[in-house]
């Protein structure tokens, strides 16, 4: 069974950095697109970035750009966040998301797999 499962989460201050990391399982990673989406409180889910299975990524949101960068590491089955600079407003549960496509979709209905979400809190 496919299983997604994120970590690096946590509670951190203005300014601060995190990476998180999405482990794989269940599937041929490297045949997948991945995506990171984030739900802050009280707001839809929106997409952040994606990469597609050789390592191109798609544009960012608008306020992580500079900031947030996605990876991937095909043998071990994990694609990362790194976020830099964070700010209260990067407050949200993260997702990563898998889907067996040639390109990265932007929207969540692109994505067949999904991880629990790991909670990133940031104070002022």
């Known amino acids: 069974q496919v299983q997604l499962v994120e970590s690096g989460g946590g509670l951190v201050q203005t300014g601060d950095s995190l990476r998180l990391s999405c482990v794989a399982s269940g599937l041929v990673f490297s045949n997948y697109v991945m995506g990171w989406f984030r739900q802050p409180p009280g707001k839809e889910r929106e997409f952040v970035v994606g990469?597609?299975?050789?390592?191109?990524?798609?544009d960012y949101i608008d306020s992580a750009k500079g900031r947030f960068t996605i990876s991937r590491d095909n043998a071990k089955n994990t694609v990362y966040l790194q976020m830099n600079s964070l700010e209260p407003e990067d407050t949200a549960v993260y997702y990563c998301?898998?889907?067996?496509?040639?390109?990265?979709?932007?929207?969540?209905?692109?994505?067949?797999?999904w991880g629990q979400g790991t909670q990133v809190t940031v104070s002022s």
């Open positions: 998301a898998g889907g067996r496509r040639l390109l990265v979709p932007k929207t969540a209905n692109g994505y067949g797999y």
């Open positions: 990469i597609n299975r050789y390592g191109s990524t798609t």
